[in-house]
């Protein structure tokens, strides 16, 4: 298992060395590290506070006198069945220490009051932890929702009774905003009215404009700056990288209290800033920070990296409850699209975690209407069979548009990296924003944040709404006008609404170009919104046309029988729900909780059949395309070592032909049960960038013992030789019960057969490869090794499994950056 990270046979080679060239940097997801920056907070994988419990994991070795033995459970060795940064866990292993544990637990609460009591905390502690990661996650997201609507209106204008206050609260006590202009009252002015006095004209909109572009260049500078000097992985949308992470990948930092802050911080900036993006995705990464931080809380969850990521898949559930309101979706979105290991006890921790963040964002509620969703719509009118045919078109749009933007994203950032464009992140963060604030502004449909643009267009006009997408013709005939309900009967389109589609066929252009190059530049990134908002523009053009086609064809046999003169037959805002949940469908491939998302977000309970219709023919379309989502294609794109589950493995190859060594390669690097001196393990380890080694009876016969860390057999000879009198480079080690008989001056032997596993995972050589995927899928395998009638072969590591995934595919192997 190649390692770059190990430079030398001693424990200093646990950490990598430092670099000072740039080809000694890794990008990850845009963001160019320096291996030899840490986190000050213990990350996932660290093994700070860490300590073995699991027999497996246990060093026993001499003592200071040659038959004195160190105890490992009295004196555990700090590291032990821990590992290094840009490796994969032993899922295994890890589930094998928690049982240990429990198993310990559970035993010695039967022999006094005080062990009874550690039981019941110890089993309540996932709970209490759910309940502080809903609760931080919450909060923080309700404070993002209030900062961002801040200061996406202070681009306008600012508010004279208080400059903290958005629009919309500062003109709520005023007693002069009318229903036409419900947006102005004389508390709130904009930055030409301040400035010139005056609103009307070409200088004070010139004035305007150039507030706005300046506001949103410094919002953007603020947030790329920021990202880029004190937290590198606060950039783009997160979910690539906590997919990767709760598959088994360490990538210390990623979800550390650094990045949370300066995630939390930039994400508003971002938003604010204009630019295409949207702070849902970004939410998922700053909940499960949250819940990384709080796991060093507790024990349990401290010291296992398995039990960790059950917290962070619920963490991914509440990242998603907050962003919508959608505490239900939030828990499917999290077993559909994020995790890779989900138990019942996770799917009811999450549910219990994504009710605590849902109420707590309730209960600050960020948007003003004591509303827990974003966009709460009430149609009136019922959907027809007729209609499904437009559902399914803008199904096939939504795949064919998510097929297309993945593509088109995925091009633009292997550029990104490959040119000299990913050398000024700044700079392009900067270009970006200009060029999207210059032609933004004059279009009030891309100049309104996306959330805004959603829920106008997701809008069913009334009587009074004073919205140009209602601008429709005011007919003469009462009976026509009859209203049922709220409900308003079909009307002809106006002038009003005329230039609103000119206006939002404009920004359906704007918004599929924009989006393509804003997603993946070194500033928080979203893409929901974007995606919603690019499917709501096409479905409220469709749903119009459609409204206008069934106003001047009431008699044809389409919609003869069920839409009847002066009659509301069509709602074109349900086109726009529609169309939104079919776009984010293909750029997505989410299903089941994206129909959940969308009816929770809205309201609408009833249009359930039409979200599913559109969904599903959107991810059929899309699939036909690509099968990847826009996750796993940037998974890809970075070269992170994740087994897709839901990719088929049609190949005929054997273990034989993906197991290292291969034909051309040196023999195996093994270690012998005995008669290896340390000097000779520590010349193997440091000859060799593997991270663990088979152990055999002996190089003769190469029957196969069991395997032990790089890591582990690197902390326990470096502990031996500062706790341990003479042990020397001629020292013998020995992986037996029983060291062999020596000489009388020769130096004490030391015994390593604790750390080592003597139940590792092997296949025969002629095991098809499509068997041993899916036990790497379903096991969480670092490594397996491969055998003949008893002897060692050869070992297959997840990376080679990708490697050749990747050849088959007729991809570049090289791709795969880590172990």
């Not at 880029?228 to 990948?249: D, Q």
């Not at 006009?461 to 009976?479: A, M, R, V």
Request: include cysteine; aromatic fraction near 10%; charged fraction near 20%.
């Amino acid at each position: 298992m190649d390692t770059s990270g190990y430079r030398t046979g001693s424990l200093d080679s646990l950490h990598p060395s430092d670099v000072d060239d740039d080809d000694e940097m890794v990008d990850i997801a845009g963001a160019t590290l320096d291996f030899s920056t840490t986190d000050d907070d213990p990350p996932l994988g660290s093994g700070e506070f860490e300590e073995p419990s699991s027999s497996s994991s246990r060093a026993g070795m001499n003592g200071s006198g040659p038959n004195k033995l160190v105890d490992p459970l009295d004196d555990p060795l700090p590291g032990l069945g821990t590992y290094e940064d840009f490796n994969t866990i032993d899922w295994v292993r890890e589930k094998s220490k928690d049982r240990d544990r429990h198993r310990e637990i559970t035993n010695k609460s039967k022999l006094s009051t005080m062990a009874l009591l550690h039981s019941v905390s110890d089993a309540f502690s996932g709970w209490l932890l759910m309940l502080l990661v809903g609760l931080m996650s919450g909060a923080l997201a309700g404070g993002i929702d209030i900062a961002a609507h801040w200061l996406t209106d202070l681009k306008e204008g600012i508010c004279l009774v208080g400059f903290w206050f958005n629009h919309e609260h500062c003109c709520w006590t005023s007693n002069e905003t009318t229903f036409q202009e419900r947006d102005r009252c004389p508390q709130w002015q904009s930055w030409a009215e301040l400035i010139t006095g005056t609103s009307e004209g070409a200088f004070p909109y010139i004035v305007n404009y150039l507030m706005y572009m300046v506001w949103a260049l410094l919002f953007a500078l603020l947030a790329v700056v920021l990202v880029r000097s004190f937290a590198p992985y606060a950039c783009g949308s997160g979910i690539p990288e906590i997919k990767t992470i709760l598959s088994g990948f360490i990538i210390r930092g990623y979800l550390g209290k650094w990045t949370l802050i300066v995630k939390t911080i930039t994400l508003v900036l971002a938003v604010s800033s204009g630019l295409s993006l949207g702070k849902e995705g970004p939410l998922v990464h700053v909940a499960c920070c949250c819940a990384n931080i709080l796991c060093h809380l507790f024990t349990k969850y401290r010291k296992n990296e398995a039990k960790r990521r059950e917290v962070l898949s619920a963490a991914a559930a509440v990242g998603v409850s907050v962003a919508f309101g959608a505490p239900i979706g939030g828990v499917l979105f999290s077993l559909e699209e994020v995790s890779y290991y989900f138990p019942l006890k996770t799917l009811w921790r999450s549910f219990f975690a994504a009710l605590v963040a849902a109420f707590t964002l309730r209960s600050i509620n960020p948007f003003g209407n004591s509303r827990l969703v974003l966009f709460y719509v009430e149609f009136h009118a019922p959907w027809h069979l007729v209609e499904l045919v437009p559902f399914v078109l803008l199904g096939v749009f939504g795949g064919l548009w998510g097929a297309l933007f993945i593509r088109a994203n995925i091009a633009w950032c292997r550029r990104r990296k490959s040119t000299r464009l990913g050398h000024y992140p700044v700079t392009e963060v900067l270009v970006v924003t200009a060029l999207t604030a210059v032609l933004a502004y004059p279009n009030s449909y891309t100049r309104m944040s996306g959330a805004e643009l959603i829920a106008e267009l997701f809008n069913d006009c009334s009587l009074l709404d004073s919205s140009q997408l209602c601008g429709y013709k005011q007919t003469t005939n009462i009976s026509e006008t009859a209203s049922v309900g709220n409900s308003l009967a079909d009307r002809p389109a106006g002038a009003g609404l005329y230039t609103a589609l000119w206006q939002l066929a404009l920004a359906l252009v704007f918004k599929m170009v924009i989006t393509v190059i804003t997603f993946g530049m070194k500033v928080p990134s979203g893409l929901f919104i974007p995606s919603m908002a690019v499917g709501a523009i096409a479905g409220r053009l469709l749903g119009v046309g459609m409204e206008q086609l069934a106003y001047y064809n009431h008699d044809s046999f389409l919609f003869k029988g069920w839409c009847s003169p002066g009659a509301d037959c069509i709602t074109p805002g349900l086109y726009a729900m529609v169309g939104a949940a079919a776009c984010l469908g293909g750029v997505t491939r989410m299903t089941v909780s994206l129909v959940v998302i969308m009816f929770e977000l809205t309201g609408g309970l009833e249009y359930i059949v039409p979200l599913m219709a559109a969904t599903m023919t959107s991810k059929w379309v899309a699939d036909a395309l690509g099968r990847e989502g826009i996750y796993e294609a940037h998974i890809r794109l970075n070269g992170y070592p994740f087994l897709e589950p839901k990719e088929e493995f049609g190949h005929s190859s054997l273990a034989v032909d993906v197991m290292r060594p291969r034909r051309s390669d040196p023999a195996l690097a093994v270690l012998t049960q005995e008669g290896m001196t340390v000097g000779e393990v520590e010349a193997l380890v440091e000859g060799t960038y593997y991270s663990g080694f088979p152990v055999v009876v002996s190089q003769e016969s190469q029957r196969l013992v069991g395997f032990v860390l790089r890591r582990d057999l690197l902390i326990s000879i470096d502990n031996a030789r500062k706790r341990q009198e003479g042990v020397v480079g001629a020292s013998q080690v020995v992986f037996t019960d029983h060291a062999p008989a020596q000489a009388d001056d020769a130096p004490p032997p030391l015994r390593l057969r604790s750390i080592v596993d003597l139940s590792p995972f092997t296949v025969t050589d002629h095991t098809p490869m499509d068997i041993t995927v899916d036990i790497f899928r379903k096991l969480g395998l670092r490594q397996c090794l491969v055998t003949h009638n008893g002897r060692l072969l050869g070992i297959i590591t997840k990376k080679d499994i990708l490697k050749h995934m990747a050849q088959i595919a007729n991809r570049d192997p090289d791709s795969i950056l880590f172990n």
